[in-house]
């Protein structure tokens, strides 16, 4: 399968079209951004360890039923995936407080919340992503119904599920993440995007060491070696 021409290009991603209509090919870019892109970087390997990590993520998740749009992997840098129309909110699930959330409501840092908390922002980058409620989503017409939000609520949580057993088992928390989601031309929602580092904050059960993205944003260097902690961890758990 080859890439026939940049389709679009984004934060930690290019896809690109293929001779069918039905496929992409995802290209895992090296590339760091924070603080909607105000910040930038560049740490090479980066995009090799995401893709592995996200395809590890997303071979787990499809055995538990949850379905996504990876076909295979291709390389050790691109994915070939199933095209979707991608629905623009950004559902975020956070199990332990951190963050924008301390800084919004207050609570402090580390307080390990009381149930899964979802929560939806709109994936537009020139507005900053901002956050969103159910109906700010039914009234913008970014679903169909408030049955897709409710269905798009359920999938966090029980990815979340899944996620946070597995890597608890491999001394990690998974304090939150944020995924995204698809519709195929059957009408099916699918997992899309990727889970990995730059989605996710991982910290180590013991020393609550931060093994994610946030080690690019708040300057703390290792970001390779932390990314690759995390392979490491999912591929031999301890």
Known sequence: MDKLGLLYEGKGKKLYKTEDNNL?????????????????????????????????????LEGYGIKTHLVKTLDETTQLIKSVKIIPIEVVVRNIATGSLTKRLGIPDATVLPFALVEFYYKDDSLGDPLI?????????????????????????EINAILKKFFLERKLNLVDFKVEFGVDDEGNILLSDEISPDSCRFWDVDTNEKLD?????????????AYEEVLNRILNKK
């Open 133 to 157: 409620n159910d109906e700010h989503c039914l009234a913008m017409n970014l679903v169909k119904s408030e049955s897709d939000l409710e269905e798009l609520k359920r999938l966090g949580r």
């Open 24 to 60: 992409l090919i995802a290209e895992f870019k090296d590339d760091l951004t924070a603080f909607n892109a105000e910040k930038k970087g560049n740490e090479a390997g980066k995009g090799a360890l995401n893709c592995k990590i996200s395809t590890q993520l997303f071979n787990l």
């Open 213 to 225: 993205k946030d080690r690019f944003r708040q300057g703390l260097g290792n970001v390779k070696i």
